[in-house]
């Protein structure tokens, strides 16, 4: 039986998996990059499982809220700005599901796989960054992942777009995110490529 972590930020972005020959276990991390990496680690030592699927939502500044999004490049936007040399700031996505070719071509070939960026703060104003999805977690779970040699997959719901919507407009569609992933999910059989 496989054992699957399935992170989400905050409670209201659960939903409850179940298959056959799985054992999926929710770990809720907390809103930030340091906060999800060390929950995300933690559960990761204790529990040591087979995949990690971060599922949430996110913003955008290209895209339309309800579109849901596989990440398969995730950027750390704070050391993005910064540039620091030697500071690496970007994970090509794609390496974390490298053993399971079914559920990579099925990524290839989905219209809405993109890039992530991942900061410390809610984005509320139109920046230079360019990004299809934006969050505060991925990146760091993202790189939790690759340290331990963990299959990682990464889903967010679109919940709101940049310079148009609030943080109350976020809280608002919850709900609409939560029926959407689950819907989601079992509509292209997710589990059945791992």
């Known amino acids: 039986m496989k054992t699957i972590l399935t992170t989400y930020a905050v409670k209201d972005e659960y939903i409850d998996l179940k298959a056959e020959g799985f054992n999926i276990i929710p770990v809720f991390t ?3 990059k340091t906060r999800s990496a060390t929950i995300l680690t933690r559960h990761i030592c204790e529990i040591k499982p087979d995949f990690v699927i971060n599922i949430g939502t996110a913003g955008t500044l290209i895209h339309n809220v309800g579109d849901i999004f596989i990440s398969n490049h995730f950027i750390d936007r704070d050391y993005e700005v910064t540039k620091l040399p030697g500071v690496e700031y970007e994970i090509e996505g794609l390496q974390f599901v490298k053993g399971y070719e079914t559920l990579k071509n099925w990524i290839i070939n989905y219209n809405k ?62 709900p609409d995110a939560r029926a959407g992933l689950l819907a989601w999910v079992e509509q292209h059989r997710l589990l059945s490529m791992i």
Not at 147 to 167: H, R
Request: aromatic share 12%; with cysteine.
């Open 30 to 32: 907390g809103i930030g």
């Open 113 to 174: 796989a993109g890039i992530c960026s991942t900061g410390d703060t809610f984005v509320t104003e139109v920046s230079s960054f360019k990004a299809d999805v934006i969050d505060m977690e991925a990146y760091a779970q993202a790189f939790v992942c690759r340290s331990f040699n963990i299959p990682f997959l990464s889903i967010k719901y679109i919940t709101d777009v940049v310079g148009q919507n609030s943080v109350q407009h976020w809280e608002d569609k919850l």
